[in-house]
């Protein structure tokens, strides 16, 4: 967003909104997904679409910024565009994960809100983990698509994980 749109207020207000209404959408349509027969082979597939939603803003954040920046002038409504076309799409996929999980881990209604609880626990420190690394660390010692392309790797090859482990116990029983 920095070289379009500079990194004042308007910017980071821009990123958090699109986030927290992504991740809302994502939770909502999540929790609605998993109830029509849960499975691990349709939560492999959630972290497989995530990883490839990352595509776009890989191979194409830079045109797409540009596209943006040379129509929209003003910075408030030129980042909430910004960011909408690169973390909207990825970023509502990621957030189906959580209460899909939640719905695969949960064995009895007794202990759903212990299980829910650590799963947003491990979720939400996961998160803090990874925005320090990534502002901290990951951006000096890496160019960001680099980081992108990490994440593209470990959202699809857990995906594929899930499926292939979903696929091997659908066999055996």
């Known amino acids: 967003m920095a070289p379009y749109f500079g990194g004042s207020i308007y910017v980071w207000g821009s990123i958090i909104t699109i986030f927290m209404l992504a991740l809302s959408i994502g939770y909502l349509l999540g929790g609605k997904l998993s109830i029509f027969q849960p499975n691990n082979q349709k939560y492999g597939a959630l972290f497989i679409v995530s990883g490839i939603l990352l595509l776009p803003m890989i191979l194409m954040g ?46 009895s209604t007794e202990h759903s809100g212990q299980t829910a609880g650590f799963l947003y626990f491990v979720s939400t420190i996961g998160s803090a983990l990874g925005t320090i690394m990534t502002s901290f660390y990951f951006v000096l010692w890496f160019e960001i698509n680099t980081v992108l392309w990490a994440m593209f790797l470990v959202f699809t090859s857990a995906g594929c994980s899930i499926a292939i482990r979903q696929s091997a116990e659908f066999s055996n029983a």
């Open 62 to 107: 830079e045109s797409i910024m540009e596209f943006i920046f040379n129509r929209v002038e003003d910075p408030r409504y030129g980042s909430l565009l910004g960011a909408s076309g690169l973390f909207l799409l990825p970023t509502i996929a990621m957030g189906m994960i959580a209460p899909y999980s939640v719905r695969l881990l949960v064995i």
